[in-house]
């Protein structure tokens, strides 16, 4: 296995060089301040700072939604009544998640995988609520 070592006295070695090319070929950016000290004015660090500001609210809204519809669900499981109200609970879970998917992509620029498609075996009601609560 051969590696390829870069002599430190080639141009454009090291954290702060002035200017250069990277090892794919692309010219590297001169930047006069150190990433840290840059950090604070540049937009990602806002748009990232904005997600984390939002976690809080958002983690306390889907928290509480959670807890109280499967505390409903589980208690009128009883009745008939708990199965169609899991199963809203978990359609309103994937629908947050697609929010969560929204906002991960516009803020910090990530994709994230969609879950799989619900397949229900025949059209209705009571098959689309099967298909959810079977659902990964």
């Not at 590297?28 to 000290?37: K, Q, T, V, Y």
């Not at 540049?42 to 499967?70: D, K």
């Amino acid at each position: 296995m051969a590696t390829q070592y870069r002599s430190q006295h080639a141009p454009g070695y090291g954290p702060y060089s002035a200017g250069g090319f990277h090892d794919d070929g692309t010219r590297r950016e001169r930047h006069l301040l150190p990433a840290g000290l840059r950090a604070p004015f540049e937009a990602r660090s806002w748009r990232e700072f904005g997600y984390v500001l939002l976690n809080l609210p958002i983690g306390i809204l889907l928290f509480t939604y959670a807890v109280t519809m499967v505390s409903l669900g589980a208690g009128l499981l009883v009745t008939f009544l708990g199965v169609p109200v899991l199963a809203a609970t978990l359609a309103g879970c994937r629908l947050f998640g697609v929010l969560e998917r929204a906002r991960a992509r516009r803020l910090l620029g990530m994709e994230v995988a969609e879950p799989q498609p619900l397949r229900a075996a025949k059209p209705g009601v009571l098959a689309w609520t099967g298909a959810l609560l079977k659902s990964g």
